[in-house]
């Protein structure tokens, strides 16, 4: 009798208690953070300096993945932030690369491109963008609709395409036009001016002010330790900057690189998002209406500063110390505004990053630069030898050759067959190819591990090219100094997954799991539907 009575006494004067650390039944806001061109390691390799409130809260407070993976090739912005959004791979959702080559159009196409649409604020020639290249919904309509979108989407980031693709079909979004400095939007969003809050946002004129002074290291320029030499040839200059040493001197440079576009390549382009974050919480009264909102936020400047200097940069390094310190105050407004346990945030990356050709050289790591002019011009003299006077090849991009099919059905030449010889060619001819495949190769087999299983994973019958050719490691399409990113290499492929917030558990798991990943595990912590390309699988560690 009295252990029966001493349970009843435990499980009675529990309750109160559990109902005291319930949370809410849904998160007041989601906020879905993009680094453009993040490699995991970042989070260890700087954190010595890291302050308690940033990228270390995001580890100590959430629960992150510690081997997340882009699960496809190629990849590039566009496909990254797509497939985060909508689960799926470009083989489901369509966006294939940032321009991809149509040939029912003859020409490249951009991802974000909207020939229909026309600038709302900004510039005229940076305002056909839309999301209509998206073939997948997004997790981000998949909230509107389950509310019937009383839902807010708001999509913010310098690249259109950071912000059109994360918000989808039915979100807003805003980009940074380089012509004026102001944030814009376009006619698919609205009919003739942004909101008042954007209004009154870039009167402040903000952009103007952070490039009207210098870009210098936030530590003594000897103490940046994780970074190789600040003077090297390596990296690729300013124009009008004899070397790529600190400081730099933002209103000179300003003329000759991309005017009030440079500040992308500045650790102030962070900032500058960030700031548009704040005014759309507050325009928008975003988690402040008793529905659940989301703003998708993709800092763009990691990715310009990553392609122009390199991921053993001092420049690099001082972007990620001062994006940390733009978190932790973004996260102590969060924190004020809405309790620190009502709200949700994800952090990943769109991609990663290789290092520099010349670098891995000069280190003794096999690398290479892949010279594709040459190699178009040797395609070209091959066809014409063997199948006679034309123009073969349409076009090569993103590592995609993409055959003349009208030319071929003239002259009664089966594709198949110059699919196959075209590849022998190359692959017997050319240091830095490591393996072909064929488009009819990515229709007829399927593919389950390796690089020929990502390359399939980013094959779309309709919009890819008849032969897809896989690079050595360390091998890039690209000749001139800083680099770039692409492959399906573990450089490329390997990005942070990090949850923190309202019902996330802290931890962390070293389990392989894919980015497509992402949009599933938000389904089902918000029991929504799942995107309807969605093809990732929800991360059970996170739903405990």
Known sequence: MNKAIS???????SLPVFAQVKKTEKPKLIVGILVDQMRQDYFYKYQDRYTEGGFKRLMKDGYMMKNAHYNYIPTYTGPGHASVYTGATPAMHGIIANDWYVRNLNRMIY?????TAKAVGGSESNGKISPRN??????SDELRFASNKRSKVVGIAIKDRGAALPAGHTGDAYWYDSQTGQFMTS????????PQWVQDFNSKGLALQYLSGKWETLFPVDTYVQSISDHNDFEGPFIGKDSTAFPYDLPALMEFNGGMGLIGTTPFGNTLTLDMAYAAIEGEKLGKRGETDLL???FSSPDYIGHRFGPTSVELEDNYLRLDRDLEKFFNYLDKEYGKDEYLVFLTADHAVADIVDYMKSENVPAGNFNTRQVLTQMRGFCVINY???????????????LNHALAKEKDISIEKIQRELADFLLNRYEGIKEIY???DMKRVEYSSGQKHLLQMGFNHKASGDLLLLLEPAWLSSSWKGTTHGTGYTYDTHVPIVFMGWNIPNGQSSRYVSITDIAPTLSMLLNIRLPNGATGQPILEILQ
Request: proline share 2%.
């Open 7 to 13: 349970i009843y006494l435990l499980i009675l004067f």
């Open 111 to 115: 991802c974000a491109e909207d020939t």
């Open 187 to 194: 006619t698919y969003y609205y009919d003739s001016l942004p």
């Open 296 to 298: 998708a936020i993709s």
């Open 134 to 139: 998206l073939l997948s919904t997004t997790i």
């Open 388 to 402: 006679g006077e034309g123009d073969w090849i349409s076009s090569f991009s993103n590592e995609q050759v993409f």
């Open 438 to 440: 064929t488009a009819t």
